[in-house]
């Protein structure tokens, strides 16, 4: 038995695969050809197996162990105080809750922010991100995809797959009024900071302007 975080390279060649998966060499070659093991030849023309290949031929033939490393994380965002203290991140938190448990969670634990998912320096998150990097995440339950961030979700994903973490939409992805007020307070939040930006720089070209002229 092996887990992911053991399997560290990209690619392997036929003796390390075959070591791992416990069969011959020409065993592993044969499941080449056949597909059940997907490879490619490297410069020098020998054949080099994938990583995530191996671990589909391992997680098909309960091969697979759990790593005792990593734990299963909820997430939970609400975007102000005041939806705090009226329960709405209490109530995210449970509706995760109520989901993961039927998932066979692993030493689980919560993790929430307070504040704006057009803010990518919440406390939380940077938790969250930190030991994902660490390998000390398998899957991330959220109860939206904007509950990790209100854009650039795509580039989380591809972080937590680099480190095979799971992330894992509890809800479908309707708008409920909640979510809507604080899309709009995010809305409002891009143009008050445009504008506030767009001003200031009016301001210093008029003055630049006002110089030259004197």
Do not use: W
């Amino acid at each position: 038995m092996i887990s992911k975080s053991e399997l560290k390279k990209e690619f392997y060649k036929s003796g390390e695969t075959a070591k791992i998966i416990n069969m011959s060499v020409r065993t592993v070659q044969e499941k080449c050809k056949t597909g059940e093991l997907y490879a490619t030849y490297s410069e020098t023309n020998r054949l080099q197996i994938s990583r995530d290949s191996i671990i589909k031929y391992l997680e098909k033939n309960n091969l697979l162990c759990d790593d005792p490393n990593k734990q299963d994380v909820i997430y939970a965002r609400v975007s102000t105080n005041k939806q705090k203290k009226s329960g709405d991140l209490d109530r995210q938190v449970q509706t995760i809750i109520n989901y993961a448990i039927n998932q066979n969670p692993r030493n689980i634990m919560t993790i929430t922010d307070v504040g704006s998912g057009l803010n990518d320096n919440r406390k939380g998150l940077n938790k969250l991100l930190q030991k994902v990097m660490n390998d000390e995440v398998d899957r991330i339950f959220i109860n939206y995809k904007d509950r990790l961030t209100r854009f650039g979700f795509n580039y989380l994903k591809t972080i937590c797959d680099h480190h095979d973490v799971n992330i894992i939409i509890v809800s479908d992805e309707e708008l409920n009024k909640s979510q809507e007020e604080e899309l709009a307070e995010d809305i409002i939040s891009v143009i008050h900071s445009f504008s506030g930006k767009l001003y200031g720089s009016r301001s210093k070209i008029k003055k630049e302007i006002e110089v030259e002229l004197k």
